[in-house]
């Protein structure tokens, strides 16, 4: 599901959006407009991340805040290198030296 989630161009931006504002997270509005996306569009693509497990929402006040769900990537990402390698760690060596230096 998150697969599909990140595949549509907008929401692959806002993920991006919402790592690089990590920890904090953003609201919804401020989201839509840094996207320049009508926010009742932007409520729709938040929902559907949310139900992949790779964003989670907190309200705050009047406002939602919506964060990348750092443990869902973290799970994806185990579970591609996991698969990937398929008892052999040796296939998944490039892969993990390329992102050391980012983690």
Same mark, same amino acid.
Request: charged share 20%.
């Given at each position: 599901?998150?697969?599909?989630? %990140? ?13 690089? /504002? =990590? ?6 509005? =401020? @989201? &839509?407009?840094?996207?320049?996306? $009508?926010?009742?569009?932007?409520? &729709? /693509?938040? !929902?559907?991340? &949310?139900?992949? !497990? @790779? ?28 698969? #990937?390698?398929?008892?052999? $760690? =040796? %296939?998944?060596? $490039?892969?993990?030296? =390329?992102?050391? $230096?980012? #983690?």
């Amino acid at each position: 599901m998150a697969f599909g989630a %990140l595949a549509q161009g907008t929401r692959l931006d806002v993920f991006r959006l919402l790592v690089r /504002h =990590e920890p904090d997270g953003m609201a919804a509005g =401020e @989201i &839509a407009r840094r996207l320049d996306v $009508p926010q009742n569009t932007m409520s &729709a /693509h938040l !929902g559907i991340l &949310a139900r992949a !497990g @790779i964003v989670r929402s907190e309200r705050q006040s009047r406002s939602i805040i919506y964060r990348a769900d750092l443990d869902g990537l973290r799970a994806l990402t185990l579970f591609l290198v996991n698969d #990937c390698c398929a008892g052999s $760690p =040796e %296939l998944c060596v $490039p892969l993990l030296a =390329e992102l050391t $230096p980012c #983690c």
